[in-house]
């Protein structure tokens, strides 16, 4: 730890209520001067940026999950402080932190959405018109979360201080303080993220064992699949191992349970009674595929589709308490009198509210343009339709915003995609209601979508911030700008990695062009949304309606229905490897009766875990990045050999996270 933060600890009354008459003073004096924005910040926050951004999209649109950033950027920036000259201090890294978050902000905002735009074909025919297409939604929707969230900053850090529990704040904000093992911690991270890196790499870009073990590839069992259509499947890679460690026993078991469902019962049932199907293989029942007619047959996943829009409409009725308390407070600080961000205390800098004004007036109208000049040019009633599409954009985002910051203060979790699938659909029905159909149509709901969801996600994200800075002592100001300029770089950077992938790996259904896709499960319920409402080719009712029917049934019985949900949607290679990496984290954390060792080793299985995460996610884009260039060699090699030798590297991953975990000293 660094001379500046010695001898620093968190005041007593940091989780708890205050009482009459009591401040809460933070860690950090209020002084003016103290290093908080420095070249070293942003430097090192820019890196993180990068690195994660890529990271998060190749998981969320391989995976439908998004992956923490937050406290994998903290343990960095402390390994880095520990590591150079002059050591950080505290709020230095907050800065660090709120530059580099943004990765996962723009990411969660971004690829749940705007891959639609390729699934759809609506994708401009110029390069830049499509980059430019994806790159303004996400950006304008960061600020606008920004702008909405910080007239509500002071209630929910200090109005409401020890009375939300704020669990992300709180883990992020102990590993600041805690940082004295930062050093080596960092140094777990970079490692398992190195082996995680090369592993996957091998097996994306030269083949040198199978990415996937299938049963499907076992001469024995050949007759057993075409004949009942029943194959298991597992990814091989280290990414996905590490993401069931973080997920656990508990989720990763309830979304293969959705997927043993769709591959073990639905799958062997359409494929064996429909005459449709008698002769398909078993990936065309789940994904679906084009007759001889050319007429698009859906396959089972649409299941998975009505049931994530169900889980999504269920987690907004359960949160209907939350959201009642969040709109109240919206209310109440419409009429309350707000500061203009002069405070004589650094500690209560905001952006100057006239400076907002101006900032949201110009955002309003840039979007108000992309609309009418991108969106529906073509319409005879462009700019009564756009300007009705931005009154929807801002009305929604001022409402959910709120919300979704007091979910995340209250239990980290916000229900995003289900209020962004609920966007879309109120859009599509008042869109459609003014005579917009088609391509225009399609683009623009997906367009409002985008902007809805990221502001969401920065909401979220930003409170989570401002706490922890509040605990700290971190400058309001500082963060808030921190975050708009660190979004425009993270919407570049995602927006570069969703149209490498396109171009490389496709999104949604196989095609000959892309045979194996990444699924992007959110995005692909976006686009069905969409093309059901406006696209005039109507939706598989009646699988969304059984998907929606399961959803509701397994959360009458207690069972989380969005994880169930993706479990049926997502193929079962994906969703096989994070039960066993979950499991691999059961061991770990019970490998010791002691208390204090057994949760040392989690923690370090923990980042092992992170890095594999990172690690094979940074392999998938420098394996799509080499291919897109014209590099593509497989070794040769027997398939079958291939198969086992997959199967076999997934099991020595998972005894390398094992053995590491336990290998480190609980003194370290």
């Known amino acids: 730890m660094s001379e500046a933060n010695k001898g620093l600890h968190l005041p007593e009354n940091a989780f708890t209520e205050l009482k009459n008459?009591?401040?809460?003073?933070?860690?950090?004096?209020?002084?003016?001067?103290?290093?908080?924005?420095?070249?070293?910040?942003?430097?090192?926050?820019?890196?993180?940026?990068?690195?994660?951004?890529?990271?998060?999209?190749?998981?969320?649109?391989?995976?439908?999950?998004?992956?923490?950033?937050?406290?994998?950027?903290?343990?960095?920036?402390?390994?880095?402080?520990?590591?150079?000259?002059?050591?950080?201090?505290?709020?230095?890294?907050?800065?660090i932190l709120a530059i580099g978050c943004t990765s996962g902000i723009l990411v969660g905002g971004t690829v749940f959405v705007m891959p639609a735009i390729f699934m759809l074909n609506l994708e401009s025919d110029s390069f830049l018109a499509t980059f430019l297409q994806i790159f303004l939604v996400p950006f304008f929707g960061a600020i606008l979360g920004v702008l909405f969230l910080i007239p509500f900053r002071k209630y929910f850090v200090a109005d409401m201080h020890g009375k939300l529990p704020f669990p992300e704040a709180t883990a992020t904000t102990?590993?600041?303080?805690?940082?004295?093992?930062?050093?080596?911690?960092?140094?777990?991270?970079?490692?398992?993220?190195?082996?995680?890196?090369?592993?996957?790499?091998?097996?994306?870009?030269?083949?040198?064992?199978?990415?996937?073990?299938?049963?499907?590839?076992?001469?024995?069992?050949?007759?057993?699949?075409?004949?009942?259509?029943?194959?298991?499947?597992?990814?091989?890679?280290?990414?996905?191992?590490?993401?069931?460690?973080?997920?656990?026993?508990?989720?990763?078991?309830?979304?293969?349970?959705?997927?043993?469902?769709?591959?073990?019962?639905?799958?062997?049932?359409?494929?064996?009674?429909?005459?449709?199907?008698?002769?398909?293989?078993?990936?065309?029942?789940?994904?679906?595929?084009?007759?001889?007619?050319?007429?698009?047959?859906?396959?089972?996943?649409?299941?998975?589709?009505?049931?994530?829009?169900?889980?999504?409409?269920?987690?907004?009725?359960?949160?209907?308490?939350?959201?009642?308390?969040?709109?109240?407070?919206?209310?109440?600080?419409?009429?309350?009198?707000?500061?203009?961000?002069?405070?004589?205390?650094?500690?209560?800098?905001?952006?100057?509210?006239?400076?907002?004004?101006?900032?949201?007036?110009?955002?309003?109208?840039?979007?108000?343009?992309?609309?009418?000049?991108?969106?529906?040019?073509?319409?005879?009633?462009?700019?009564?339709?756009s300007l009705i599409s931005l009154i929807m954009t801002i009305l929604i985002v001022f409402l959910f915003s709120a919300v979704s910051a007091w979910a995340i203060a209250m239990i980290s979790v916000t229900p995003i995609s289900g209020m962004t699938l609920t966007t879309l659909i109120i859009a599509a029905v008042v869109l459609s209601a003014l005579g917009l159909s088609g391509a225009s149509g399609m683009l623009a709901i997906i367009l409002i979508g985008g902007v809805v969801c990221t502001a969401l996600s920065m909401a979220g994200s930003l409170v989570t911030q401002f706490k922890i800075g509040y605990w700290l002592g971190s400058t309001p100001k500082t963060i808030q700008w921190s975050n708009i300029f660190g979004a425009a770089l993270a919407s570049l950077t995602v927006t570069a990695v969703i149209m490498l992938f396109a171009h490389v790996y496709g999104f949604g259904q196989p095609t000959a062009e892309h045979p194996n896709p990444l699924p992007a499960p959110q995005a692909s319920a976006m686009a069905a949304v969409a093309n059901a409402f406006l696209g005039g080719q109507g939706a598989p009712w009646m699988l969304y309606a059984v998907g929606s029917v399961i959803a509701v049934l397994v959360t009458m019985v207690g069972v989380n229905p969005l994880a169930f949900a993706l479990g049926m949607y997502l193929p079962i290679e994906l969703n096989s490897p994070i039960l066993l990496g979950a499991c691999v984290g059961w061991l770990i954390k019970n490998s010791s009766k002691k208390e204090k060792i057994s949760k040392f080793r989690a923690d370090r299985g923990i980042l092992i875990a992170s890095g594999f995460i990172a690690g094979g996610a940074l392999a998938g884009v420098f394996d799509a990045m080499t291919k897109m260039f014209g590099f593509e060699y497989t070794l040769p090699m027997n398939e079958g050999l291939r198969n086992w030798l997959g199967l076999i590297m997934f099991a020595a991953l998972a005894y390398f996270l094992y053995a590491y975990s336990k290998a480190g000293k609980v003194e370290e």
Request: hydrophobic share 55%; proline share 3%.
């Open 174 to 385: 102990e590993i600041l303080v805690t940082g004295e093992k930062g050093g080596s911690s960092a140094k777990v991270l970079i490692y398992s993220l190195g082996v995680g890196i090369v592993v996957d790499y091998l097996a994306l870009a030269f083949r040198t064992w199978s990415d996937v073990f299938s049963t499907a590839a076992i001469p024995a069992l050949a007759n057993f699949t075409d004949k009942f259509k029943s194959v298991f499947a597992m990814n091989t890679s280290a990414a996905v191992l590490g993401l069931g460690v973080i997920i656990g026993v508990k989720f990763a078991s309830i979304i293969m349970a959705g997927s043993m469902l769709a591959y073990f019962v639905l799958i062997p049932l359409v494929g064996n009674l429909s005459p449709v199907f008698a002769a398909r293989p078993f990936t065309d029942i789940f994904f679906g595929f084009t007759d001889d007619a050319g007429m698009f047959i859906p396959g089972v996943r649409n299941i998975g589709i009505g049931g994530i829009f169900a889980a999504g409409v269920i987690s907004i009725l359960k949160m209907s308490p939350v959201i009642k308390q969040a709109m109240q407070q919206v209310v109440a600080q419409l009429f309350k009198k707000h500061g203009d961000g002069d405070s004589d205390s650094r500690l209560d800098k905001d952006i100057k509210m006239s400076t907002l004004a101006i900032i949201g007036i110009i955002t309003a109208v840039l979007i108000f343009l992309y609309f009418r000049f991108v969106a529906v040019a073509g319409e005879a009633n462009a700019t009564s339709v």
């Open 21 to 95: 008459g009591e401040t809460y003073t933070p860690m950090i004096p209020a002084e003016k001067g103290v290093l908080e924005v420095t070249g070293r910040s942003i430097t090192f926050g820019i890196l993180m940026i990068i690195i994660f951004a890529a990271a998060a999209s190749y998981i969320a649109l391989k995976l439908g999950q998004g992956i923490e950033t937050a406290i994998p950027i903290s343990i960095l920036a402390i390994g880095f402080s520990a590591m150079v000259a002059r050591k950080s201090i505290l709020i230095e890294n907050v800065n």
